[in-house]
């Protein structure tokens, strides 16, 4: 079983760029969670997704970030116009449903801005 | 804010020797998770906790919550070297399915 996959490892872009994570959940799994983690700190929550759904965005900034996880495909967290404080490593996570069940991550993607 | 917060903040210990990490939360939960992480990679589920448990058992890994208290301890027994990573607990509150993380301990083991 594959766990959950995250695309890239590592990302790097300009300022006033358009970064694309991609989050492949685990076999089975139709909740999917983004995190972003600074370093030596802990990871903030940002959006909850369903199929096709956003369940809870409470976490992500109004503007720049967007997210989905369409019918077909990964997950998706967008940010347009990034500027130096969106550096972090941005974690996906993915669960079966929303009962007592433990969350499981992938290896993040690393995002840099120039 | 509901941050969890961890204590110590790091920890040096040498191999075989007992590691204890605290946490402490603020609102009520559903359920409280312990995570580990290692450098440069994502983060690896430990052991889960429900509310109505008190305390839970995974190999050297022993796990307590006290809600009256509002805190959750880990016990890692007979500690190798393989076991330095940072240590996050995270809770799920029931309000929402998102987990509030800590923010960490930093465990050293000396071989």
């Known amino acids: 079983n594959a766990g959950v996959m995250q695309n890239p490892r590592h990302l790097v872009r300009r300022r006033g760029q358009e970064a694309r994570l991609r989050c492949s959940p685990m076999?089975?799994?139709?909740?999917v969670y983004w995190y972003r983690q600074l370093p030596e700190e802990g990871l903030k929550f940002m959006v909850y997704?369903?199929?096709?759904?956003?369940?809870?965005e409470s976490g992500m900034p109004k503007e720049r970030f967007s997210a989905e996880f369409p019918k077909e495909g990964p997950s998706i967290l967008r940010i347009q116009q990034v500027v130096r404080g969106d550096s972090a490593a941005y974690f996906c996570?993915?669960?079966?449903?929303?009962?007592?069940?433990?969350?499981?991550f992938g290896d993040g993607t690393r995002l840099s801005i120039l | 804010s509901q941050q969890g917060e961890e204590d110590p903040q790091a920890l040096s210990i040498q191999e075989g020797e007992n590691a204890t990490m605290n946490c402490s939360y603020k609102t009520s939960i559903n359920n409280l998770q312990w995570y580990r992480q290692n450098s440069g990679r994502g983060l690896v589920h430990l052991i889960l906790i429900r509310s109505n448990e008190r305390e839970k058992h995974s190999g050297r890994l022993r796990v307590t919550l006290d809600t009256s208290k509002k805190s959750s301890s880990l016990l890692i027994t007979a500690s190798r070297a393989a076991d330095t990573a940072s240590y996050f607990c995270?809770?799920?509150?029931?309000?929402?399915?998102?987990?509030?993380f800590g923010g960490g301990t930093r465990l050293m083991v000396k071989p």
């Open positions: 076999k089975g799994h139709s909740h």
């Open positions: 996570a993915s669960s079966p449903d929303s009962s007592n069940q433990p969350q499981h």
């Open positions: 997704l369903q199929k096709e759904n956003i369940i809870d």
């Open positions: 995270a809770t799920r509150h029931n309000a929402g399915n998102m987990l509030t």
